[in-house]
């Protein structure tokens, strides 16, 4: 047995396909599964049933698929120790973020993050936050950065920051000219939202007491994917949508004034970082963290607040 074969194990059981497997591990297909079954030939147990399409684990394998995943989490370690006692910071970091914080957040850090640690080769995804949590509990990504709380089991959240969510109104709306919005003063049928799997959609609707039938009326349907496209279409009408405070940075002066705040206590968003109960790479995530909180806007609450708005699942 060798920790190599292990690695090629691992990979199966996360993509289930061999060609993918081999093109993650950086070795041809015939490599990797010629490797797997001189494993399962030495220790006399077949671990995948390749009759199965994709291949799964058998019922024996999947115990020793989670011990062989325990030895190469304590190898990780034990390298990481090893790197971090001769102060050297390698390795590669996978992160996913969700769409609503990706075009707000990255460019705070990433290049000042970049230039610092080019030890770290540093890759990152969009996804929803099914679809973030499901990469992370697969081993597809080391890190994600998204809003908690999850009530998952297996992740472990550090919050980075809390984001106060404002609305954004239209020039025409009646709410233009008011100091603050109340949510319930939002009209659900001028109210623009997110298409479904994002979970700031979710979060609006909660805000504003809002329904999926608050617009079964209307001629035109239309649920946005990104929330700079839901300001441009708030523009266009007479509509309201709402914003999080990232997103609202880089606005011109006249833009600001369409940015309504909520009277106190303001709702807010929690923005964690997330990972894998048994992750081991902690030290390159600290810094990561680390960085990003050196590149926060000043106004953008660190601590906790006494306010937040839940997510619904």
């Known amino acids: 047995m060798t920790l190599t074969q292990f690695e ?80 050297i910071i390698n390795g590669t970091l996978r992160l996913g973020i969700i769409p609503t914080l990706a075009p707000y957040l990255l460019p705070l850090f990433v290049n000042a993050f970049i230039q610092k640690y080019d030890g770290i080769k540093f890759y990152v ?41 404002v609305a954004y109104v239209a020039e025409n709306n009646p709410l233009y000219n008011a100091k603050t919005v109340q949510p319930e003063d939002i009209a659900t049928d001028k109210l623009w939202l997110l298409e479904e799997g994002h979970c700031f959609r979710s979060q609006m609707m909660q805000l504003c007491k809002a329904r999926n039938t608050a617009k079964d009326k209307a001629h035109f349907h239309y649920e946005a994917g990104s929330l700079e496209t839901l300001r441009k279409m708030v523009d266009m009408s007479s509509g309201i949508t709402i914003l999080p405070q990232l997103a609202t940075t880089d606005l011109s002066t006249q833009k600001l004034q369409q940015i309504k705040h909520f009277p106190a206590p303001e709702p807010v968003r929690e923005v964690s970082i997330i990972t894998h109960r048994d992750f081991v790479k902690k030290r390159l995530v600290d810094i990561l963290r680390k960085e990003i909180l050196l590149h926060l806007p000043k106004t953008v609450q660190r601590e906790k607040p006494s306010h937040l708005l839940p997510i619904l699942q």
């Open 8 to 87: 090629y194990v691992l990979a199966l059981n996360t993509f289930r396909h061999f060609g993918e497997a081999a093109e993650h591990c950086n070795v041809t297909q015939p490599t990797l599964s010629a490797q797997i079954q001189k494993l399962e030939e030495q220790i006399g147990i077949k671990l995948f049933d390749r009759s199965k399409q994709p291949v799964v684990p058998t019922q024996q394998g999947e115990a020793l698929i989670q011990q062989m995943k325990q030895v190469l989490h304590q190898k990780q370690a034990l390298e990481e120790l090893i790197q971090s006692q001769k102060g």
């Open 125 to 165: 995804t969009e996804h929803t936050t099914e679809q973030l949590v499901s990469q992370l509990l697969e081993g597809k990504l080391d890190a994600g950065i998204l809003v908690t709380p999850l009530q998952e089991p297996s992740i472990k959240e550090q919050p980075l920051f809390y984001e106060k969510l």
